[in-house]
């Protein structure tokens, strides 16, 4: 596609279920990036790929939250036993391997946890 | 831990005026974006600066780069409505082959006509 894609755009989940967000990352990609935005904040970095690599998962907040790229495209986010400080826009953005280039982000998912 | 600042938080401006927002970093670093965020929506990069006393220009928007200093600026030129959004500056750190991102809090700017 055109542009970094995100699904669900909107999930609401109960407290204690477990979620996945999708990310599907501009072809031919090889960074992939996962960020959390709480209402009012800027974004704030989760965890990185390089093609299937997981090379920095320091942000992610606990072990409920995990995340894969098994084929090096689509990324998913899974988080599990969903807490209301879960509730927040996750971002995905993806750039070529060059550093030099910009990442392009994607819509979100924007998760409440009720 | 790397920390990014910006200043003021929120700005509401008439149109035809100038106004400059900061961005202050903590860690040395040669790299900085400025994106712009609207109400709902994903963010847009505007400027991406890569060296010491870089200078960028696009429209109305114009940024620039001292790492020494550990500063960038976004300044707005004869402010117009269609400027109203969230912008946010985001350092980045380059360690050991791993990349990320550190945004700033953000400055909700509103153009008052």
């Known amino acids: 596609g055109a542009g970094v894609s995100q699904s669900p755009r909107y999930k609401v989940a109960k407290r204690g279920q477990d979620v996945a967000l999708r990310c599907d990352p501009i072809?031919?990609?090889?960074?992939l990036f996962w960020y959390q935005q709480a209402l009012g904040q800027g974004p704030e970095f989760l965890t990185y790929?390089?093609?299937?690599?997981?090379?920095?998962k320091s942000g992610l907040p606990s072990d409920r939250f995990f995340a894969e790229r098994p084929e090096g495209s689509v990324s998913t986010l899974k988080i599990q036993r969903t807490q209301q400080e879960d509730s927040a826009v996750y971002l995905c953005a993806s750039s070529l391997a060059n550093r030099n280039t910009e990442a392009f982000f994607g819509q979100g998912t924007r998760l409440t946890v009720v | 831990e790397l920390k990014v600042e910006q200043n003021p938080l929120f700005l509401s401006m008439q149109e035809g005026k100038n106004y400059t927002i900061y961005c202050n970093y903590s860690t040395t670093s040669d790299r900085l974006y400025w994106y712009r965020q609207d109400p709902g929506k994903s963010l847009e990069s505007l400027f991406v600066?890569?060296?010491?006393?870089a200078v960028k220009q696009e429209g109305r928007l114009m940024a620039s780069l001292d790492t020494k200093a550990r500063l960038s600026t976004l300044h707005i030129t004869a402010a117009v409505h269609d400027l109203s959004a969230t912008y946010f500056c985001a350092v980045d750190l380059y360690i050991l082959g791993n990349e990320k991102l550190t945004f700033g809090t953000g400055t909700r700017l509103t153009i008052i006509p």
């Open positions: 600066l890569l060296s010491n006393g």
């Open positions: 072809s031919g990609h090889v960074s």
């Open positions: 790929f390089q093609n299937e690599a997981q090379l920095d």
